[in-house]
Nanobody, 124 residues
Framework: QLQLVESGGGLVQPGGSLRLACAGSGFSLNYYAIGWFRQAPGKEREGVSCLSGSSSRTNYSDSVKGRFTVSRDSVANTVWLQMNNLKPEDTGVYSC?????????????????WGQGTQVTVSS
């Protein structure tokens, strides 16, 4: 059974950091494009970053560019989202998604597998 499990969310003060994990179970993430999405209360889900399969090219939304970094740990079968200099507007439920693709999939509909999400709250 193919599963994605996110972890690492929590409460952090503005300016702080968190590292989210997206762990694959039942399949190798190495050749899958992995997207990170977030949804704030009352808002639509939005793409935060994507990591292409095999070549591991990355893409970030303008709102997180320069603050977030996505990377792949092939041994751990995990994709990490390092989030620095967090802002209150970064608050939301963060989910990872996977699709077997060598390109950087940017839209929701391109992804086949989704995790359950992890809550990130940035507040003083």
């Amino acid at each position: 059974q193919l599963q994605l499990v996110e972890s690492g969310g929590g409460l952090v003060q503005p300016g702080g950091s968190l590292r989210l994990a997206c762990a694959g179970s039942g399949f190798s993430l190495n050749y899958y494009a992995i997207g990170w999405f977030r949804q704030a209360p009352g808002k639509e889900r939005e793409g935060v970053s994507c990591l292409s399969g095999s070549s591991s090219r990355t893409n970030y939304s303008d709102s997180v560019k320069g603050r977030f970094t996505v990377s792949r740990d092939s041994v751990a079968n995990t994709v990490w989202l390092q989030m620095n200099n967090l802002k209150p507007e970064d608050t939301g439920v963060y989910s990872c998604a996977a699709v077997y693709a060598s390109w950087c999939a940017k839209t929701l509909n391109e992804y086949d597998y989704w995790g359950q999400g992890t809550q990130v709250t940035v507040s003083s």
